[in-house]
Every structure is written in C-alpha cells, then in structure tokens.
C-alpha cells in the first residue's frame, strides 16, 4: 500500500532513512573508538534498537524499568537505565532484570543507592552505577568538581554498589544555537567531567567511564579525549528542533505525522485532522515547529487536541484542497512517539511494516 493511502492521522517511520541515521552515527562511532548506547526513548520500538545494535551500539539506554522490560523481553543483554531507581516495587523489577541481562543505572544521591546497595547484597552481584553531574541542563546531579566528589566518597562505602563512572546528558545544548556554542558546551562538559574524575581519582576512588550525549552534542563529544560512551537518541528520526539547531535537515528526518486537509474554511487558512493528541504542545510558538514535508508554502499556526491550523501563501500559487494528505515533521519527536500504539514503516512511499510502540506509556 502507497503511504498516502493509509488512513490519517497516522505516524510514519522512514525506514531507509532510519538506517542511515544509525548507519552515519554507528560509523563515527567506529571511527573515535567511542562506544554507542543508543537512548530508545525517541523510538520505544525493539526493531529499531535492533537496527541499532546490529549497527555496532554496544548497548542501549531506557529511561525507565518499564522501557527496560520491554527491551529485555526483546533480548536485549546490556542496558543502562538512566534514571535513579528508587522504592521497593522498581527495585523487585529491576532485579528480575538483573537475572537476564546486565543492567546499569544512574544515580545521584545516597537514598538511592541505598536501595540498590541492598538489591546488590542480597542477590550477590553489586550494582552497576553511574553517577549523573550537573555539567549545565541544571536537571540531575550535583555539579561537578567538590559537589560530586564528595558524593562519590560517600557512595563508595556503600556495600553492594559498583561506581562505573560520572554521566551527564547536556539537555543545555538544545540552547546552543550554533555549531561555535556547541563546542563550547562540550569544551565545559568535558573539562568539568575529566577535573570531576580526577578529584575522586586523589580521593581513592578509580573509575574510567563517562557516558555523555545528547543529539545535538553526540558527534562533537564522541572527538574528544576521555569519553567512553556516548547515548544520543533523537538522531534516529530527527525533528524540527534538530532542524532548528542546524543538525539535521527536513530530508534527515524520518518520522512523520500522516494528516489529511479536513477543512479549507477561507482561500488562505487550512485544517488538518491532527492536533496536539499527535503532536505535542512541544514547541508551540517556535516559528516552523511544526514543518509540512515539501511544502514551504504551507505555514502551520496552531494546534488544538483535534486540529492543526495552517495557513497556505497564496501569493506562490500553490493548491490544497479539502482531503490532500501531508506528511509533517514534529518539534519534539520523543513525546510524539509515545502517543501512538503503532507506527508504520515505509520504504519509498510504500507501507513495508508495522511497528508497535512496545515501549509507549512504560512511565514507571
Ligand atoms: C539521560 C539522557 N541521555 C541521553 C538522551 C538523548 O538525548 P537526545 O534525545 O538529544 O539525543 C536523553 C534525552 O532526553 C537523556 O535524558
């Protein structure tokens, strides 16, 4: 079946350009030595962190134990749970986990570890953890150098833990708007994290790992001295936020909305059957959050849970009339995901597969 005959709304995965989103990052990865654990809260999908780790990632990174469980009743060996994990009911699931395959988890705090230390005892295998610095998103973590430190000494007396290394996601690169702020964002990060590790070092704590990554900072982290692993996520389908940054274009973008043109209520004004319960709020009032593929005539305004208001400049002489279909690319693709049940996979326009979103609504 033709993509443009599916009923709407509907999301669109791109396969071919999927796998070359993976393809390009898996060969840098290959060429810095840096490994590559994929973060699959942009996809939730199995068969796409499949893609990825047949592409060479060492791995993949979940947000959350529910991600995880779905992954690992996927086969997934190694996985790293970015999240502190915390409270009698996640620390149950986590060691079911544990019985099958090698979990990582971050940290930032004592309470935490607390409770892993107590999982790591009893089961006889300590837990491996990272512990999270705050090199700038100001979301996780303490800061780095003493803050951290002193941490970090504290942790190391806890029994039942192993501390691996220091992680940090640089959510704050999403503010660098050019290539320029961007390395200096990484030149911060990695000097932070390396001053980080070395004061632990001093203290009696050795440990060699840093796990850094965002989309936007990936590539340029993955070059520098000191990093041994790196977590981007959004890179596999891209968004208008990626676009806007200048790290992807429309046509590295793979997942799409499928929308059909409901309403055509003046010559200029347009409405499509997809609304925030597609999109998101993500990125309202961002000009061009929301891009139609193709299209640059087609602006669209705003978005309620039902509709998306557009306007169409007439001045270019473009058409649209009532039932056209458009493909659009979302501002924040991770969210966008996790709002549908399934998605479908095409190659060259034509419907190849069906994904399920294993991983949608796994919040706990
Ligand atoms: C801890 C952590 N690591 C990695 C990522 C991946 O970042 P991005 O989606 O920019 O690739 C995220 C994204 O939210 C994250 O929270």
């Known amino acids: 079946m033709n993509v443009f005959d599916l009923d709407t709304p509907a999301l669109i995965i791109d396969l071919d350009r999927v796998e070359t989103n993976i393809a390009e990052m898996a060969q840098r990865s290959r060429e ?204 596999v389908f891209n968004d208008t936020n990626m676009i806007n940054l200048g790290v992807a274009t429309q046509e590295t973008c793979a997942a799409h909305i499928l929308a059909t043109v409901v309403s055509r209520p003046t010559p200029e004004r347009f409405v499509i059957d997809a609304g925030t319960k597609c999109f998101t709020s993500d990125g309202v009032g961002r000009p061009d959050w929301i891009q139609v593929v193709g299209r640059d005539d087609l602006t669209m305004q705003f978005i309620t849970e039902e509709h998306g208001v557009g306007t169409l400049d007439q001045s270019r002489g473009g058409k649209l009339s009532i039932g056209d279909k458009l493909l659009l690319i979302p501002s924040h693709v991770c969210p966008v995901i996790n709002l549908f049940d399934s998605a479908y996979g095409t190659r060259n326009e034509e419907v190849v597969q069906e994904l399920v979103v294993a991983g949608r609504g796994r919040v706990r």
């Open 32 to 235: 810095t030595g840096v490994r590559l654990r994929p973060h699959t809260k942009t996809h939730k999908m199995p068969e796409i962190a499949r893609l990825q780790v047949d592409a060479g990632a060492s791995g993949i990174t979940c947000a959350k134990v529910g991600e995880a469980e779905v992954m690992v009743a996927a086969g997934f060996d190694d996985i790293l749970i970015a999240y502190p994990i915390y409270g009698p009911a996640k620390l149950a699931r986590l060691q079911a986990l544990r019985d099958k395959a090698r979990i990582l988890v971050s940290l930032d705090s004592t309470e935490v570890a607390q409770g892993l230390g107590e999982l790591g005892v009893a089961s006889g295998s300590p837990v491996e953890v990272y512990v999270e610095v705050d090199t700038g998103h100001h979301r996780m973590g303490r800061a780095p150098g003493t803050p951290t430190a002193e941490l970090v000494s504290q942790l190391a007396d806890i029994k039942g833990i192993t501390i691996i290394g220091l992680l940090t996601h640089a959510g704050h690169a999403y503010g660098a708007t050019s290539l320029a702020d961007r390395q200096l964002v990484v030149d911060k990060e990695l000097i932070d994290l390396l001053a980080t590790q070395r004061l632990c070092a001093e203290a009696g704590v050795v440990f060699h790992e840093i796990s850094v990554g965002s989309t936007p900072s990936g590539r340029l982290e993955m070059a520098r001295r000191g990093v041994t692993e790196v977590r981007p996520g959004t890179y």
